[in-house]
Nanobody, 121 residues
Framework: QVQLVESGGGLVQPGGSLRLSCAAS????????MGWYRQAPGKERELVAD???????NYADSVKGRFTISRDDARNSVYLQMNSLKPEDTAVYYC???????????????WGQGTQVTVSS
């Protein structure tokens, strides 16, 4: 089994910054894509950003230029630096990871429990 634990959420004023962290642990041989999703009240979960094992990144249009995703493979971790935060960024943010637990087996997707980000004055 694989566990993902997020940290770094909280309350911040508009224009402020937060850094989210997510660490994966458990039976891990390799991790392909890692990403961040968010879900606001009454809305569907949406992709915020993801990053492949090769370092290629992908961002939602709404966060381009403000958010930066990065990863540390030695720590099985992914990060999301969020700058110039807006009230519409308020949501529960979830970490995801595409994990292979043994060579040659298919990858499985895992999710963290979520961390609340609230942008409000």
């Amino acid at each position: 089994q694989v566990q993902l634990v997020e940290s770094g959420g909280g309350l911040v004023q508009p224009g402020g910054s937060l850094r989210l962290s997510c660490a994966a642990s458990g039976s891990i041989f390799s991790i392909n894509t890692m990403g961040w999703y968010r879900q606001a009240p009454g809305k569907e979960r949406e992709l915020v950003a993801d990053i492949t094992s090769g370092g290629s990144t992908n961002y939602a249009d709404s966060v381009k230029g403000r958010f930066t995703i990065s990863r540390d493979d030695a720590r099985n971790s992914v990060y999301l630096q969020m700058n110039s935060l807006k009230p519409e960024d308020t949501a529960v943010y979830y970490c995801s990871a595409n994990v292979r637990y043994f060579p040659g087996v298919e990858e499985d997707d895992y999710w963290g429990q979520g961390t609340q980000v609230t942008v409000s004055s």
